[in-house]
């Protein structure tokens, strides 16, 4: 049992976390690069919220947009 478990640990050091491993290297040298990954999902975090705000605004000028607060009936 001990040897399945052993393996477990060689599989996630030596395979599943060579990317980590190298982005911890590259941290070292190069900050920006090393968060490259982190820079875009910000990006594009960003472009959807701008995007909603958007969608939500055209809803609104529309008519669309149902602000009852009785919508729900729990809410009454």
């Known amino acids: 049992m001990k040897a399945f478990f052993e393996g477990i640990q060689w599989l996630f050091e030596n395979i599943l976390f060579i990317l980590h491993d190298f982005l911890r290297q590259l ?27 958007m969608q939500l605004k ?16 729990f809410l009454k």
């Open 27 to 53: 941290e070292l040298d190069h900050w920006f690069l090393a968060n490259i990954f982190n820079w875009g999902f910000m990006i594009i975090c960003a472009a959807a919220i701008v995007y909603w705000c």
């Open 58 to 73: 055209l809803h609104e000028n529309n008519g669309e947009e149902n602000q009852d607060t009785t919508a729900h009936s």
